[in-house]
C-alpha cells in the first residue's frame, strides 16, 4: 500500500506520523511558505517570485470570497497541480488546505483518504454559511478517517463524520517534572505568543478581576507579541520576553493561566502541568480534556469564571498542592512512541492496511 502525505508546514508532529506509516512526503504546492526563512532557503529569485504570487493570490481569493469559498478555491487549485501525478492508495493530508485536495483524491483517483484535523478550520466552519457548511460537511463525512489531536476537535467534527474519527495526541516530553513550583507565590504563568488568538487579553481581564481580591498576585507572561506593549505597565504583570529555559520563572509560579479562543492542543499547558502548575484553562483550549478529569473548575467560560477559580486557588495553597500532584500525574508517559503506535493504530484502522 502506498501511502503519501501531503502536507503544509508539514508540523513535525504530523510528519512524524506519517513517517511511521511508510508514507512519502509531497508539498502543498499552492500553500507554499513565504516567510522570511523559507524565502532566503530558496535557490533563486524566481522561486521567491512564484512563492509571492501565490500568496498574492491567496490573499486576494481570501478578501474577495470569503474563508470558505476561498478556501474551496485554493484546494481545488492545488488538486489541480498535482493530484492526478500522485503515485499514492492513500493520501494523508493535514489542516485547512488538505480537505479539497483529499475530497479531490478520492474523487478522481478513488483512493483512500486520512485528515489530520489540527488547525481551527473545523471550528471556523461553523461561522460558514448553511450552504457551505453542509458542502464541507459532506467532504469531510466521505474521508476514510480522521485524526483529531483532541476530544474537543473531535467534537467539533459534523456528526456522521466523527464515526470514521479517532483522538491521537501529539507527544509530549519535558525536562520540567523536576521543577518545584511555589503553591504560596501567589504567582500565575503563561508561555506562548502574546496576542489575541490566544487569549491574552482574556487572561490579562482575569487576573484583574482576580487581583482585586489578591492584591498581591503576580502574573508572569513569558513569550512575544504585540499585547506585551499593549500591557506595559500594569500592575501585577511581568513580561521577560522569550525564554528559552523558563525553568525559573516556572518555579516561582503557582498556577498557569491559557484562556485561548481556540487552541486545538496546547503543549505550553501540559508543560506547565510538568512542573507542576495547575493550569485555569478556556472551554475553547484542547487540553481541557485533561483537566476536566482533575477539577471541572479548572476550565473557565469566561474571564469572570476564570478570574473566581483563581481567587479561590490562591487563597488555598495547600489545594494547590494537591493540584499539582494530580496534573503531573496527567502528562506523565506521553512520549513520542506512545503517540506514534496510538497514530498506527488509527492510521491502519481507517485504512485497511498495516
Known amino acids: 500500500m ?3 502525505f501531503l502536507y503544509d508546514g508539514p508540523h513535525p508532529m504530523h510528519l512524524a506520523w506519517a513517517q511511521s506509516v511508510g508514507a512519502v512526503p509531497v508539498a502543498n504546492r499552492f500553500n507554499t511558505r513565504t516567510d522570511a526563512a523559507a524565502l532566503k532557503a530558496r535557490p533563486d529569485e524566481g522561486s521567491a517570485r512564484r512563492a509571492r504570487g501565490l500568496e498574492l493570490v491567496k490573499g486576494i481569493s481570501l478578501r474577495s470570497l470569503g474563508l470558505p469559498a476561498s478556501s474551496y478555491f485554493q484546494g481545488l487549485v492545488q488538486g489541480a497541480a498535482g493530484i492526478r501525478e500522485l503515485d499514492a492508495d492513500v493520501l494523508l493530508v493535514e489542516g485547512r488546505m488538505g480537505v479539497v485536495p483529499g475530497h479531490m483524491f478520492k474523487r478522481l483517483r478513488g483512493g483512500k483518504v486520512v485528515l489530520i484535523t489540527a488547525d481551527p478550520f473545523i471550528w471556523e466552519m461553523r461561522s460558514f454559511s448553511p450552504c457551505w457548511r453542509r458542502r464541507f460537511d459532506h467532504i469531510l463525512e466521505g474521508f ?32 520540567y517534572f523536576d521543577i518545584e513550583p511555589d503553591p504560596a507565590s501567589g504567582a500565575i504563568a503563561y508561555i506562548g505568543a502574546l496576542d489575541e488568538r490566544k487569549g491574552v487579553d482574556l487572561s490579562v481581564e482575569a487576573f484583574r478581576k482576580a487581583r482585586r481580591s489578591v492584591p498581591g498576585a503576580r502574573f508572569v507572561l513569558i513569550g512575544k507579541g504585540p499585547l506585551a506593549e499593549r500591557y506595559a505597565g500594569v500592575e501585577g504583570l511581568e513580561f521577560p520576553g522569550f525564554v528559552k529555559d523558563p525553568r525559573e520563572h516556572l518555579a516561582r509560579c503557582a498556577l498557569f493561566l491559557h484562556m485561548s479562543r ?31 478529569k482533575i477539577d471541572p473548575g479548572l476550565v473557565a467560560a469566561n474571564p469572570a469564571r476564570a478570574a473566581a477559580k483563581l481567587v479561590s486557588l490562591l487563597r488555598d495553597p495547600e489545594r494547590i498542592r494537591a493540584l499539582s500532584i494530580e496534573c503531573r500525574k496527567a502528562v506523565r508517559g506521553w512520549d513520542k512512541e506512545r503517540s506514534l503506535r496510538d497514530f498506527r493504530e488509527a492510521f491502519w484502522l481507517m485504512t485497511g492496511g498495516g
Do not use: Q
Not at 467539533?156 to 479517532?166: D, E, V, Y
Not at 506547565?272 to 476536566?292: F, K, N, Q, Y
Open 262 to 292: 481556540f487552541d486545538p492542543y496546547p503543549v505550553s499547558v501540559l508543560e506547565g502541568m510538568a512542573a507542576g502548575l495547575v493550569p485555569v484553562v478556556s472551554e475553547m483550549t484542547g487540553t481541557r480534556e485533561l483537566l476536566e
Open 144 to 175: 476514510d478517517g480522521i485524526i483529531s489531536v483532541s476530544r474537543m476537535m473531535y467534537d467539533l467534527l459534523p456528526a456522521r463524520a466523527r464515526r470514521n474519527a479517532r483522538v491521537v495526541h501529539p507527544s509530549f516530553e519535558s525536562g
Open 2 to 4: 502506498k501511502v503519501v
